[in-house]
């Protein structure tokens, strides 16, 4: 896949969010949340070897590698692919958190707290 169409991915997925990523998007956007600057949707280049790949994140915080996913009824089956998803990640020295679509929707206030304590 070219890097052209992993940006046209990425440009296609901020025009068709979910409702969890819109709430949540607004809650971050604009340095919201403890001055520290999202980015969404945003590409991220990993190699297991010679082949490199590119994952998707969600949302990406550059000043505390701080990756955050958020995460709908889909990902119930498939939890094997996101924790290998998430060891790759890792491997470029950022932190991945997950959030469900039900607390981002119901429990802000809880997300954004629990959000912080990776921020500070």
């Known amino acids: 896949m070219s890097y052209n169409s992993i940006t046209e991915i990425c440009r296609y997925l901020r ?10 998007w607004e809650a971050v956007s604009n340095r919201k949340v403890e001055n520290k ?9 990993v ?8 994952f998707i ?7 505390k590698k701080l990756v955050v996913e958020i995460d709908g009824g889909i990902h119930e089956s498939q939890k094997e692919y996101d924790a290998l998803r ?8 950022k932190k991945v958190i997950r959030f469900k679509n039900e607390d981002v929707l119901n429990r802000l206030d809880m997300v954004i707290a629990e959000l912080k304590r990776f921020l500070v």
Do not use: H, V
Not at 37 to 45: L, S
Not at 47 to 54: N, R
């Open 86 to 93: 998430t060891k790759f990640i890792e491997r470029t020295d």
């Open 15 to 24: 025009r068709n969010q979910t409702k969890a990523e819109k709430i949540f």
């Open 47 to 54: 190699s297991d070897g010679e082949i490199a790949k590119f």
């Open 57 to 63: 994140a969600d949302f990406l915080c550059f000043e």
């Open 37 to 45: 600057k999202f980015y969404r949707q945003y590409p991220i280049k």
